[in-house]
């Protein structure tokens, strides 16, 4: 598995952010369970992905922290 760590930024509008990511990831590899799964807590959120080109992109995209 493939992990992409992306943490709630301070200072910044992160409701807003965190949609944007996440839809993103919707939309590109479906909802969880064939692609990836996810690990939320209250400061992040860890995308497991099963290829290693999705988690890639995803963290080219998003960042990855």
């Known amino acids: 598995m493939y992990k992409v760590k992306l943490t709630w930024k301070l200072g ?3 409701s807003e952010w965190w949609n944007q ?3 993103w990831v919707i939309e590109e590899f479906g ?3 064939n692609k990836y799964k996810t690990e ?4 992040y959120m860890i995308f497991d992905f099963n290829d290693k080109d999705d988690a ?3 963290a080219l995209r998003w960042g990855n922290n």
Do not use: K, S, V, Y
Request: some cysteine.
């Open 31 to 33: 909802l969880p369970g």
């Open 40 to 43: 939320i807590t209250t400061d």
């Open 21 to 23: 990511a996440c839809a």
């Open 56 to 58: 890639a992109m995803t």
């Open 12 to 14: 910044q509008d992160t």
